[in-house]
């Protein structure tokens, strides 16, 4: 089935340090890739999406590159802010399918 | 504004006491759908829709039930709630089945089963 893989949490970077959180995917055929964050108390909104190999997604200063041959979607920033400090989940949907399937969540904390 | 509107935020109930929890969108949608949130296992799906009267089960749809009677609302009960079924739960929706668009998510309902 599918499944994705986060690297574990929390992170915890000093601002304007460079960020990357590490994600893995198993699918079978071509899935559409995102990263979701959710701040403190909140839902998950989209951050960006990525819906066919070498695409890049970014919103926000981040960034994430579909990576077929190495099955990944790395998240990554160039210079992070405390405004940053959230849970950033991984997902993938199935081509054509009707479910999203989630990492297991990274949890950014930010300081000055 | 587009949005997806749960109800309520947070809930304290006792074993055994039928519950609902609300869930309404604004945007026209025809896929909806609830997740559960808990530490260390993310989110997992308990139950989606994708259109008016079509419901399917997710990955834990034990102990919930849903009903999609009209498009804009998906309300998920909990008809004898137990203290496992204590989590984090989020509705979703999003345009269509094709999921390149991403999910619109609510602001989270906090359950608690004493």
């Known amino acids: 089935g599918n499944s994705v893989t986060q690297m574990e949490g929390p992170v915890t970077l000093s601002e304007e340090a460079f960020l990357t959180i590490n994600c893995t995917y198993t699918?079978?055929?071509?899935?559409?890739l995102f990263w979701y964050v959710q701040y403190p108390g909140e839902g998950l909104q989209l951050l960006l999406k990525?819906?066919?190999?070498?695409d890049k997604g970014s919103n926000k200063g981040f960034e994430a590159t579909y990576r077929k041959e190495t099955t990944s979607f790395h998240l990554e920033k160039g210079s992070v802010q405390v405004s940053d400090s959230a849970v950033y989940f991984c997902?993938?949907?199935?081509?054509?399918?009707?479910?999203?399937?989630f990492g297991t969540g990274t949890q950014l904390k930010v300081e000055l | 504004e587009a949005q997806v509107t749960q109800n309520p935020r947070y809930l304290i109930t006792v074993t055994g006491k039928k519950l609902t929890v609300t869930c309404s969108q604004n945007?026209?949608?025809?896929?909806m759908s609830w997740y559960r949130q808990d530490p260390g296992l993310g989110l997992r799906q308990i139950y989606y829709?994708?259109?008016?009267?079509?419901?399917d089960k997710g990955d834990v749809p034990e102990g919930y039930k849903v009903s999609r009677k009209e498009k804009r609302n998906f309300p998920l009960i909990l008809e004898s709630p137990s203290p496992n079924q204590t989590s984090l739960y989020f509705c979703?929706?999003?345009?269509?089945?094709?999921?390149?668009?991403?999910?619109?998510f609510g602001s989270g309902t906090r359950l608690t089963v004493v």
């Open positions: 979703a929706s999003s345009f269509g089945t094709d999921h390149r668009y991403g999910y619109t």
């Open positions: 699918a079978t055929g071509y899935p559409s």
């Open positions: 990525a819906t066919k190999a070498d």
């Open positions: 997902a993938l949907s199935p081509g054509g399918g009707n479910k999203l399937t």
């Open positions: 945007m026209n949608h025809e896929y």
């Open positions: 829709s994708m259109n008016v009267e079509v419901t």
